[in-house]
């Protein structure tokens, strides 16, 4: 039986990639920092709820502590992530971006990976085949955001692009130093949730495959890599 916590799970990308994963037979641990959205959640998948804000390192934590008394992990998907919305669902740009909308994405979608990852790790590397996926984006990719002829170039915000360029770079190094573990970051898509106010041109159907694919590598399959639903993508 594979155990796999998905964070931010109550809604979006997450609660499809756990009904889809619980499908497939995993036991599905939904991480949510509300209870009762969280559990909700779980009770309408048929998966288990841990209180889990990524921002937190107590609840963190206690959720690790709680995994393992339960029996252990291995699978994690750091899916949680924010974006900074202004009015009319804008995102503030290079003239408007500040230090504290910054600081405030990373800390969910960069410092909340590294925090959740560091602190199931150990319950990770006991498993026979542990398998970390981070949820990162199409915006990540510096070669596109660059690429006047590639739609991402069009993206005027800041702060969450970048957040997901560290992610990507977090898992490159996390996957050189951790060989045992397959690690890789995902790009769902453009994908109608409440985190681009439902704009997305995709539904979290679609979006939740790749991550429910990399979720379930064996230990042969890849890692260090940066994929979408239709195969490596460039940093
Ligand atoms: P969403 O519907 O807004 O869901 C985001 C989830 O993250 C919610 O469950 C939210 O919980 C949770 N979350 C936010 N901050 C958290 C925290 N501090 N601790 C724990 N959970 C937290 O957005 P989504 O589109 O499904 O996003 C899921 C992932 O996909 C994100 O990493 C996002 O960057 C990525 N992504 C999305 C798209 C897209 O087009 N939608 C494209 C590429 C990548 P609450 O309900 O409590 O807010």
Redesign the pocket.
């Known amino acids: 039986m594979t155990t796999t916590l998905i964070?931010?799970?109550?809604?979006?990308?997450?609660?499809?990639t756990a009904r889809q994963l619980i499908a497939a037979g995993h036991t599905v641990y939904v991480?949510?920092?509300?209870a009762e959205?969280?559990r909700l959640a779980a009770e309408r998948l048929g998966a288990r709820f841990v209180l889990?804000?990524?921002?937190?390192d107590a609840?963190v934590e206690a959720a690790a502590q709680a995994v393992e008394a339960d029996g252990g992990l291995d699978v994690l998907i750091?899916?949680?992530?924010?974006?900074v919305r202004g009015e009319g669902n804008s995102v503030p740009g290079a003239a408007d971006v500040t230090a504290d909308q910054m600081r405030s994405v990373f800390?969910?979608?960069v410092f909340?990976v590294v925090r959740v990852t560091h602190a199931f790790l150990p319950l990770l590397l006991r498993s026979a085949a542990p398998v970390v996926v981070n949820?990162?984006?199409?915006?990540a990719s510096l070669t596109h955001l660059s690429d006047p002829d590639h739609p991402g170039h069009f993206y005027p915000g800041v702060a969450?692009p970048a957040s997901?360029t560290a992610v990507n770079a977090i898992t490159v190094q996390y996957a050189k130093g951790l060989p045992n573990v397959r690690i890789n970051a995902v790009?769902?898509?453009?994908?109608?949730?409440?985190?681009?106010g439902n704009t997305?041109t995709?539904t979290?159907e679609q979006?939740a495959e790749i991550i429910v694919r990399m979720a379930r590598i064996g230990p042969d399959g890849p890692t260090g890599g940066y994929f979408d639903a239709y195969g490596p993508l460039p940093w």
């Open positions: 964070t931010g799970a109550n809604k979006g990308i997450g609660h499809e991480g949510a920092r509300d959205r969280g889990l804000d990524v921002t937190d609840t750091n899916n949680a992530g924010v974006e800390d969910t979608n909340g949820v990162s984006s199409g915006l969450y997901k790009e769902p898509g453009f994908t109608k949730t409440d985190l681009n997305g995709q979290v979006a």
